[in-house]
């Protein structure tokens, strides 16, 4: 039995909407696409088109007038517009990035104007990083002083921000106290349309390797004057906003990373089957399917993290800094690795920017690696795990007593998302990893899968003990630290598989759900992430996904967890 869900359904409606990538005659197509990569330049056209579908209107709250009504819709809208080109993903999602401090600590009177200029069309910038600092916020020199009791002068450099110059409405962190510190900064809207000429210009557009046609510029403000009435939220708690939007935002990273996946599996599988080696197709030689059916595997895990993760947006608000973390250092790093395997698979077609049909991977694997950079790089992602190991493996050690259905049950609505309950550090643990021993004893049930879930549960029991060390963080977070933060990425990930096959496997039966494949093929790679295996131990699973995503592509479906509708043209 085929599972409907609301969120695959809307994606199908805007991927029918852009129509095949392959006819070159749409605006969204593979070859304009390409075309505009080798030409660097901006996907003005194609962002106009997501406009006239409505894509905005998704990045704006339903309260202040929006259609953003879940995470879950907006995870699966960006991974299909990210599918056809990473690069559009970013330059039309960075909007949204722009506008969430609003979103979650804004006016009421801020929330409803910024909401009608995305509506219209608006782009949104946000000015978080400097030349000099990267992301270390608290060393940014903007600054703001104030201007006799209602207004701000505002002056500085910011950098490497997508939209910077495109981009109408900038959100941007500035230096409010003059010593600075955690309480020294404020969040201000500043409405370039609003500013005095010559009080601010533009940086130069700076060359990329991947995203090419993305505005990824600056911006100098020089005693651009702002009224008081912009900052958002509190005038010094401007820190403390920036790291609450970015727990969404890097949950929301996993549509790009997912997108990307998507993409390059699908020309991956195609290659395959006509590639011809030895005499036979390459998707039947031994190798060439482990590489498949492995990566196969692993776009599947990661869209199961990002499916609890989107709905633990609501779920479970207050730990949101753990989920975010979690999910923004796995499904971005994870699909590196698939995109390079992959790659290895594809050969020198790899390499090819634009040679054929199959150059287009080079792109994918190219725009793909800012991923892991944007909203929090890799480190930063895994330190702020290591900072919560304390407050994680008390709650591990008290047990969980209530499951957290309503992330893993798709068929259970999710609550409105309130802000009020994002926090900076999760007070109680996971609720994620704390259903995991409840969970491996229900999949005892289930002979094909309960060794693997037992292995899990006891991996996670020893990542937990590592948590549990006594670390000196004083001269720096050492690198077995960082290794044991990895780790428990992936133990959530597997747990995040197992809660929601068991809460969905009665409604969902077919395809990939159908003796729990997905699940075994997915917790058996995820073990050999985690070092405990050196191989799959379950190789019948492993051959049936490969089969199912084969199938998938000759009957134009997405290859997912639920099902989804390509477009294609028919003859």
Not at 204 to 232: C, E, F, N, Q, Y
Not at 415 to 442: I, T
Request: glycine share 10%; net charge negative.
């Amino acid at each position: 039995m085929t599972m409907e869900h609301s969120p695959y359904r809307l994606a199908e409606e805007l991927e029918l909407y852009l129509g095949d990538p392959a006819d070159p005659r749409s605006p969204f197509s593979d070859a304009a696409s390409a075309s505009l990569d080798a030409r660097e330049e901006f996907p003005a056209e194609i962002c106009r088109l997501l406009d006239d579908w409505g894509l905005p209107d998704y990045y704006v709250p339903a309260p202040v007038g929006g259609r953003l009504r879940d995470y879950e819709h907006a995870l699966q809208l960006l991974r299909t517009v990210a599918r056809r080109d990473l690069t559009v993903a970013v330059a039309h999602g960075k909007t949204y990035l722009g506008a969430v401090c609003v979103w979650i600590a804004g006016s009421a009177e801020q929330a409803a104007r910024l909401g009608a200029d995305i509506r219209a069309g608006v782009p949104v910038a946000l000015g978080l990083t400097e030349r000099a600092h990267g992301s270390d916020l608290l060393a940014g020199e903007v600054e703001a002083v104030p201007d006799g009791p209602g207004a701000w002068r505002v002056s500085g450099e910011k950098w490497l921000i997508n939209n910077a110059t495109r981009g109408s409405v900038l959100t941007l962190l500035a230096r409010t106290g003059p010593d600075g510190g955690p309480r020294g900064f404020s969040v201000l809207l500043a409405d370039k349309r609003e500013l005095p000429p010559g009080s601010y210009r533009h940086l130069p557009k700076i060359p990329t390797h991947g995203i090419r046609g993305a505005d990824i510029s600056g911006i100098a403000l020089h005693r651009a004057r702002l009224p008081r009435t912009t900052v958002v939220g509190t005038e010094g708690g401007g820190i403390e906003t920036v790291l609450k939007a970015l727990q969404l935002t890097r949950t929301m990273c996993a549509s790009l990373s997912l997108g990307a996946a998507d993409h390059g599996l699908s020309l991956a599988l195609g290659f395959a089957a006509e590639r011809r080696l030895y005499g036979r197709p390459l998707a039947e030689l031994p190798q060439a399917r482990h590489v498949l059916a492995s990566a196969a595997a692993d776009v599947l895990t990661h869209e199961a993290l990002s499916l609890v993760a989107a709905r633990l947006v609501h779920t479970a608000t207050g730990e949101l800094s753990v989920v975010s973390a979690v999910t923004k250092y796995l499904v971005p790093t994870g699909t590196e690795e698939l995109l390079r395997e992959l790659a290895a698979l594809l050969g020198a077609r790899a390499f090819l920017a634009g040679a054929d049909h199959y150059g287009l991977f080079e792109k994918v694997e190219r725009d793909h690696r800012i991923v892991s950079l944007f909203d929090g790089n890799t480190l930063v992602n895994l330190n702020s795990l290591v900072n919560q190991f304390r407050s994680l493996v008390r709650h591990w050690g008290r047990g969980q007593a209530d499951e957290p259905v309503a992330a893993c049950d798709l068929s259970v609505p999710l609550p409105e998302f309130d802000a009020r309950g994002l926090s900076l550090l999760s007070r109680y643990g996971s609720s994620v990893l704390g259903a995991l021993p409840a969970w491996v004893a229900r999949a005892e049930s289930h002979p094909a899968l309960a060794a693997a879930a037992r292995r899990l549960l006891t991996v996670t029991e020893k990542v937990h003990e590592e948590m549990a060390a006594p670390w000196d963080l004083a001269a720096g977070v050492p690198y077995e630290a960082f290794e044991t933060a990895r780790r428990y990425c992936l133990c959530f990930a597997g747990a995040a598989c197992l809660g929601l096959w068991l809460h969905n496997r009665l409604v969902a039966t077919d395809g990939v759900w159908r003796d729990g494949v997905w699940l075994r093929a997915a917790l058996d790679r995820l073990l050999v992430r985690l070092g405990e295996q050196q191989g799959p131990a379950d190789p019948e699973a492993y051959e049936r996904l490969l089969d199912e995503a084969y199938e998938a592509g000759r009957t134009d479906r997405l290859f997912s967890l639920l099902r989804l509708g390509l477009a294609r043209e028919t003859v």
